[in-house]
């Protein structure tokens, strides 16, 4: 599923990753119940994190770089790089707070390993509908779009796996750089150089400047 906003897709391994890591985190949830970086009550442990017990992370980077690749031709991008990767762990009344993770025009993504839909709440965003999940499903969207968890009211943990990529829409490289003619390059391109500073005055986020900048160059394309 794909809406230039959410893209969605299943991952079948998903059950057994759960089956074969999920006494790590268990482990983990015992000696550090709330144990995350940021303002919020849930248990949340990265792959760079000391003293603890950690998952599988080499096994999730493989699986998700090449799922990343395939998302990259969807928002057309060409150039990612797969960079933080943790997991949350909810059990019953804890929580995720409003935030985002903006960095370099890039995207957000969470898995759901442990997910029950009648049950468990999806993650929530401000002024958007989410999309409908089910376990093992996997959500991308854009890191500056504001999203939450609420609380889980049940006894039934649920557990995610999120992680962010940067992406460049442009990309020159330097043997490239070396044969523009700067001057040239500026009075030739004049008109689209003014066009796109008015764009990212205009706009007071990053995702809608992604938006008008494709719709330009859609509609220079036609």
Known sequence: MFNNIFYKTNLKWTKKF??????????????????????????????????VYLINYDFLRKKYEKLVVKVSKKYNIDKYHLSDIWYNYYKKEQYQEPHHHEGNGGLTAVHYLIFDPKKHSK???????SPEIKEGDILFFPDNLIHFVPKNKTNKPRLTVAFTTNFSYFFLKKSVLKKINIQLFVKRYQKILQHLLLIILECKNKFMILVKLQDTFHHLKT
Do not use: A
């Open 18 to 51: 759960v089956e074969n890591n999920i006494e790590n985190i268990e482990k983990n949830y015992t000696l550090y119940p709330n144990k995350n970086r940021w303002n919020c009550n849930c248990h949340v442990v990265h792959d760079d994190d000391k003293n």
């Open 123 to 129: 993650t929530s965003f401000e002024n958007l509908e």
